[in-house]
């Protein structure tokens, strides 16, 4: 790590508001590379998942697998604290909604109909594939198809949550126009509204009040969105006081262990909210301050990085992969770590190809400045953080 950018984030965030007339405009905030590696711990935990599901693992070796990755849809839960966090974190007091969207759309858009793309493909070329209906793969495309849970997931099953993301995004400008009226303590309590939320919604989903789960629904996602948010304003107000990253480590992975004690589905976010909502801050303090992190080191940001394109790709890669070895085939361990670290090789390699082909060329082009501007902005250009920025 450079010396500049250790004193970037030993640098106190600025605080939010309108630069007064004459006066110099608010610096951007500093970036926050322990997110980016935390992001990839949070995506391994969903491949993790994944490979459970398929049952590659028998006997010992499965109920290990079982033990160690049965809760990995947290990770997702983790993914939505945490774009809650940074978009609030790196957001312009004077940006336009439209550039906001602009921005948002250049971000997952291209990884995801690339995807898409590719998930067409298997559909009709590949046996034991369900195949869309029409409709099915416009909602996919228009990520509308969470809001209806018989078509959740269809084609990339886990475009879902970008469903839910694009929700967050719609409603983002309203959230922080709000946030930046609040204030520290309106902020706390808008914080602890979002968990009552979540206890509330995980309660009535755990006696069926309703016909369908809500663990897909976007708006019953959206509080561990604003609870990320919150965290963030209250992070850059300088008003944040939770505890510092190994203790907060240690109770994000303390309510993992617990969710295989609750009823399987939304109820898992009450075990971990508490400690994803406490890890995230603590981890961009620790930036903040040059604290000792190891999700800042090199490697894991550059994997951070690739998260999402990995994300994105992996289920397609291990759904492929059962053309060859079948379904729930219940390997011996080495047998089935061998097929697990080939499937896990293969994703990443396809990730680097998304990341590189196209997320960040897409993102280029679409963000490119049509014409130069007469008058340009007085806010200096930031460079636009690592994937922690981005969700």
Partial sequence: MTTATTRALRTPPARTGAATAGSPAPAAPPSLPSLTGLRWMAALLVFGLHVNNFGWFGGTGGRLVSWAFGAGATGVSFFFVLSGFVLTWSARPRDRATAFWRRRVARIYPVHLATLAVALVMAFTLTHQPRPTAKQALANALLLHSWWQP????????????????????????????????????????????????????????????????????????????????????????????????????????????????????????????????????????????????????????????????????????????ELVGRKPHFGALAGLAVTTAAFAVSLGLSWLLYEGVECPARRLLLRRRRPSRHPDPVPARREAPAAARD
């Fill in 151 to 322: 078509w959740w997931q269809t084609l990339n099953p886990v475009s879902w949550s970008l469903a839910c993301e694009a929700f967050f995004y719609a409603a983002f400008p309203l959230l922080f126009l709000l946030l930046r009226r609040l204030g520290a303590r309106g902020s706390a309590a808008l914080g602890g509204l979002s968990v009552a939320a979540v206890l509330v919604l995980a309660w009535a989903d755990a006696h069926h009040w309703w016909t369908h789960s809500v663990y897909s629904f976007p708006a019953a996602r959206l509080p561990e969105f604003v609870l990320g948010a919150v965290a963030a304003r209250l992070v850059l107000l300088g008003r944040w006081r939770g505890p510092g990253l190994e203790a907060s480590l240690a109770l994000a992975v303390i309510g993992y262990f617990l969710v295989p004690q609750v009823t399987p589905g939304y109820s898992a976010t009450v075990c971990t909210l508490a400690g994803f909502a406490l890890l995230i801050p603590a981890a961009a303090v620790a930036d903040l301050r040059g604290l000792p992190s190891l999700w800042r080191r090199r490697r894991m940001v550059r994997l951070g990085e690739l998260s999402f394109a990995f994300y994105m790709v992996h289920l397609l890669v291990l759904r492929a992969a059962t």
